[in-house]
């Protein structure tokens, strides 16, 4: 997948993750425009989440962890 100014998205597992359980989630964030990527490690052709910065940190901040 590439962000969308074409250039190839970098994914990075979550330090949330645990390498042997059901719940891995990898993360890669694009600069231009500021997007954070979000898809399931078990499943990267599956489904992915795309989030604006403000909406990130909005949810980064409900779930109650710093951004």
Known sequence: ???????ALKWFRSSYSSNDGPE??????S???AT????????RDGARLA????????F???TGHSA
Do not use: L, Q, Y
Not at 24 to 29: L, P, S, T, Y
Not at 37 to 43: L, N, T, W
Not at 51 to 58: K, M, P, Q, Y
């Open 36 to 43: 954070v990527h979000v898809r399931d490690s078990k499943d």
């Open 1 to 7: 997948m590439t962000s969308a100014n074409g250039s």
């Open 31 to 33: 600069p231009s425009p």
């Open 60 to 62: 980064v901040r409900f």
């Open 24 to 29: 891995c989630v990898e993360v890669a964030i």
């Open 51 to 58: 989030f604006t910065d403000a909406s990130w940190t909005a």
